[in-house]
Structures are given as structure tokens and as C-alpha cells.
């Protein structure tokens, strides 16, 4: 294949912790694979010899001192100058060549971002455990924001110049993943999905993902960015909660007090009353918010425009 991308800046962004055993041969792969490009890996806090190695294996090595793979990628969105961005995790999972064919996608098909789908013949590549947890939070991201994303949770991107200078980082861990595909969904910027092999770990290294912690605060952080991005619907649905609830309640007080003119449940009509008012607040706050998030989404979205193309 003509590698299109020859006359462009291309860096690939290694974010690690722990890979000493790994880290090399990612390195050795992705040269091969994109000689062109540079390769950053950032360190983040290792305590084995993952940074030594790096350099050594002839890549430029940064750290990073906060703690979080959301932290590691914050700082390489900011610190690395380039046309086109391939962020790829350091454990030797991801296919080095298929690179190019998701770079000339990018540039063929005017993307912003194309993701690397995993497909893993090895029960060992994948747990169960992931799998299935993926499959949920993709559905949920699908049913909340839309988008046709296959593999939310993927660590091998490759982004656009002006996709990663307009792309506010907040997330610290994994739940970075998701912001990204968020992002791409809220300002509807043009994404593709590319099917990559994807292969077991290396003999002795260890997986840093917790399928049901790192799981936990995937759909914590889906549910904070459906606040934020959706509030209308959010706090609408609350505000629907409270509502029902308060009509429930209230039956029976219409009721008693049809029956004898009496309201003899004055805490339950205290209650009734007050999630009334929790939904009129819930349903106002809904409206107001939605007003600055579409503020906030503009301001995003004029960042993006800023960047040229290249």
C-alpha cells in the first residue's frame, strides 16, 4: 500500500506503566511498521525499568507524575507537536502493522479520528469479564450519544492535529476512552473503526485494567457526561421520578380527603408535597443547564474549526 501519509508529521504516543517486558518490542514494531514517524512513550510513575528500555530501544521518553492513564494522556495531547497522532498502549497487544492502513483512512477519508476494533482469536487476549463489560458500556454510550462504535473501550487511535488540540482531557484512568469517543459523538466530527488483530499479552506481563473497578468508574464517568452533555434529558427524567412519585403518594391523601374532608397524613402529605418541588427544581435546572452546555459545546467546537487541517 502507498503509505499517503509519508509527507506528514507523524507521532506515535506510547502511554505506559509497568512494561518493561513489552515496551521494546512495541517500539521495535511501530518503527518498522511507520519508520517515518517519531515515538514518545510516557511513563507514567514505572517502577521497573519501563523508562530505561524506551530510551534505549531509541524512543523519546517523558514522564508523568500524576497517576492515571486519563493524566498520561492529557499531557501528551499537550506536549506533542504533530500532523497525525497514533495512540497505541505499551503492552504489545495492538497489531504495529496495520498502522498504515489506519493513517491513509485518516487522510483518505478527511477523519478526524479512526479507531483500531479488536478482534481476538485467544481467550487469553480478552477476558470474559472485559468483553462483556464492553459490550455493555458501548451499548450504553450507542443508546445515550448515538454513534456506531463497535469498541469503545479500544487504546489504538489515530487522531487528527485539530482533533487532539480542541479535546479537553478531564478523565484520570481508563475512563479516558470514553471521553474521547464522546467527544467525537458531541461535535459530530467525522470517525471510523478499522478491525485490528488483537494478541494475548507477552509471557509475564500483567494487565493494569480491573474489569469490575475500572468497569465501575467507566459507567460513572458515562453517566457524568450524560449530565453534563444531556441535561435536559437527565434532569428530566428526575424530574419525572420526583413527579411520579409525589402523584403516588398523593392519591391517597385525595382520597382520605374526599372521603371526610380530612388530611390525616400530614408527613406523607409533607413528602408529597416537597418531591413536587424536587421536580419542578430538577425540570428548571434541566432547561438552564442545557442552555450552557450548548454554550460549552460551541466554544468546543469553534477550538476545533481554529485548527487547520493539514
Avoid at 214 to 243: C, H, N, Q, W
Amino acid at each position: 500500500m502507498d503509505n499517503t501519509f509519508r509527507d506528514k508529521h507523524v507521532a506515535v504516543i506510547i502511554p505506559c506503566y509497568n512494561e518493561s517486558i513489552a515496551i521494546a518490542k512495541v517500539i521495535e514494531d511501530f518503527n518498522k511498521s511507520i519508520p517515518e514517524a517519531a515515538v514518545y512513550v510516557f511513563d507514567n510513575n514505572s517502577i521497573d525499568d519501563t523508562a530505561k528500555i524506551a530510551k534505549n530501544s531509541g524512543a523519546i521518553v517523558y514522564t508523568v507524575t500524576r497517576p492515571g492513564k486519563g493524566n498520561v494522556v492529557r499531557r501528551m495531547f499537550a506536549d506533542i507537536e504533530a500532523d497525525i497522532y497514533v495512540m497505541v498502549d505499551g503492552d504489545a497487544t495492538y497489531d504495529a502493522a496495520s498502522c498504515p492502513i489506519l493513517i491513509n483512512k485518516l487522510i483518505d477519508e478527511h477523519l478526524d479520528m479512526v479507531v483500531g476494533a479488536r478482534q481476538h482469536s485467544e481467550k487469553e487476549a480478552y477476558r470474559p469479564g472485559h468483553t462483556f463489560g464492553n459490550k455493555i458500556l458501548t451499548g450504553c454510550v450507542q443508546t445515550i450519544f448515538g454513534g456506531d462504535f463497535s469498541d469503545m473501550l479500544s487504546g489504538y487511535r489515530v487522531f487528527s492535529r485539530r482533533y487532539v488540540k480542541s479535546f479537553p482531557a478531564m478523565a484520570k484512568g481508563f475512563e479516558i476512552e470514553t471521553e474521547l469517543t464522546v467527544h467525537a459523538l458531541e461535535l459530530r466530527v467525522p470517525y471510523a473503526e478499522v478491525v485490528t488483530p488483537y494478541d494475548s499479552r507477552m509471557d509475564g506481563s500483567t494487565s493494569k485494567l480491573s474489569t469490575y473497578k475500572d468497569g465501575m468508574r467507566i459507567l460513572k464517568t458515562i453517566i457524568k457526561l450524560y449530565s453534563v452533555e444531556r441535561p435536559f434529558f437527565f434532569y428530566g427524567i428526575l424530574a419525572l421520578f420526583f413527579a411520579i412519585s409525589s402523584i403516588v403518594f398523593a392519591i391517597p391523601l385525595f382520597h382520605d380527603y374526599y372521603e371526610t374532608g380530612l388530611v390525616p397524613r400530614f408527613p406523607t402529605a409533607i413528602l408529597s408535597t416537597g418531591l413536587m418541588i424536587l421536580s419542578a427544581i430538577s425540570f428548571i435546572t434541566g432547561i438552564l443547564l442545557e442552555n450552557v452546555t450548548l454554550g460549552h459545546r460551541e466554544i468546543k467546537m469553534l477550538a476545533y474549526l481554529s485548527i487547520k487541517r493539514d
